[in-house]
């Protein structure tokens, strides 16, 4: 007990450096976790990190001493509560350690995944690209043969030709009968071709011909007529096609009461405005002609000026340049007639073709050049002349001859 009494009066806590070091240095960052140097060295940073003062602790040379219980209770106390922050961190770590190694193995999952996949997906390319190679050599060797018969070496080229040529095909295919255009074949369907070519324009004609009324057909055989009498013989006729004919270009009302009840008994079959000259002066008269089913009349306001009938009629006459000049020759025996008309009209195709249909003759339509001859009295001929010029005109030269000049137009 005496001894105890001196120990409580003094340093009552001693221990070795090692000891004290190795108990509380999680307390101090310098020497948790390890201290590499020696122990009273550790021991004399971990108390200032503590806190002591210099009264409560002594450092001898092995041990240190600590006087005041309190010391080593607050010393106690604070190793206790790190305890609990040491547990904590290494449950962390090691928490953290657990995941780590659980994300290093998703991980390696993942890129063996990834590798066994572009694998695969490398494999696929390979198998496409052997493919488009297979496919290519066909084509390229299909392409060489492709003029030989039909043969395992160019059978897949020329299905493949045949079936593109008809997919293209269906986008131009003509849209009327009169679309000439035409999808160019490859050598080796230029039959089937042909083929398709004709089945179109008879579908396309079938259709046509199924929509055409009466009216039109009647026009259309017009045109027909038309095409016989004029076709490359006769300026103009080109810009023609495009120019629908009419039933008539004078409405019965603009004809006379009174010539209409002359003709009362004949039905009007086509009226047109015409510019009539005189047989030997040549003077321009405005003028009507109207064709019935009998006769062709030269009609002035409210006088019948000239009626020719289609049996004396002998023939019709134009010039192959683009004036609209024509001259209705007559029978010189026939003592009704004065002579031959001669007449200008802005639509001369539409007109002779009316005529020529009412009078129901063949090759009466003569196309000249240059010049022709007209029969003005018993025993006396006229002569008109076609020329062409700048600008368009009709007069009658020194000579005595009726001039027609024209404008060239451009072929």
């Known amino acids: 007990m005496e001894h105890l009494r001196v120990r409580r009066a003094g340093f009552a806590y001693r221990r070795k450096h090692e000891h004290f070091l190795q108990r509380y240095k999680s307390l101090c960052p310098d020497t948790w976790p390890h201290w590499h140097g020696p122990p009273a060295e550790g021991v004399e940073r971990l108390i200032k990190y503590i806190g002591y003062r210099p009264e409560e602790y002594k450092l001898g040379k092995t041990k240190i001493f600590i006087r005041f219980p309190k010391t080593l209770f607050a010393t106690e106390d604070a190793f206790e509560f790190s305890k609990h922050q040491l547990v904590a961190r290494i449950q962390a770590t090691y928490k953290g350690c657990l995941g780590r190694r659980k994300y290093v193995r998703k991980r390696q999952a993942a890129i063996k995944l990834e590798a066994h996949w572009r694998g695969a997906l490398a494999r696929k390319e390979i198998q496409r690209r052997k493919w488009a190679v297979q496919v290519i050599r066909k084509f390229i060797k299909g392409f060489i043969n492709r003029n030989k018969p039909l043969c395992p070496d160019n059978e897949e080229f020329i299905v493949f030709v045949r079936k593109n040529y008809v997919l293209n095909l269906r986008y131009h295919v003509p849209k009327n009968v009169l679309d000439g255009s035409w999808l160019r ?57 495009n120019q629908a004919f009419a039933n008539s270009r004078i409405d ?44 062709a009349y030269v009609v002035e306001l409210a006088k019948i000026k000239q009626k020719i009938e289609y049996s004396a009629l002998k023939g019709v006459s134009t010039s192959s340049l683009s004036d609209g000049v024509l001259v209705i020759h007559v029978l010189p025996e026939d003592n009704k007639q004065k002579g031959d008309t001669i007449l200008q009209c802005e639509h001369i195709f539409e007109a002779v073709t009316k005529l020529v249909m009412l009078v129901k003759k063949e090759n009466i339509v003569n196309v000249v050049q240059e010049s022709l001859q007209f029969y003005i009295s018993p025993g006396k001929e006229g002569t008109i002349v076609f020329n062409t010029g700048p600008e368009e005109q009709i007069y009658k030269d020194k000579n005595g001859q009726l001039t027609v000049v024209s404008v060239r137009r451009k072929s």
């Not at 010539?259 to 009507?288: A, C, H, M």
């Open 185 to 241: 074949p490859p050598g080796i369907l230029e039959n089937a071709s042909d083929l398709l070519r004709k089945m179109c324009m008879r579908n396309l004609v079938r259709k046509y011909c199924q929509g055409v009324t009466a009216e039109q057909k009647a026009l259309m055989q017009q045109k027909v007529v038309t095409s016989e009498i004029f076709k490359g013989k006769k300026e103009g006729y080109a810009e023609s096609l």
């Open 252 to 295: 019965e009302g603009d004809i006379n009461p009174k010539v209409l009840q002359l003709i009362s008994n004949e039905k009007i079959q086509y009226g047109t405005p015409v510019i009539k000259y005189d047989r030997k002066g040549f003077k321009p008269r405005q003028r009507q002609l109207i064709l019935t089913q009998k006769a």
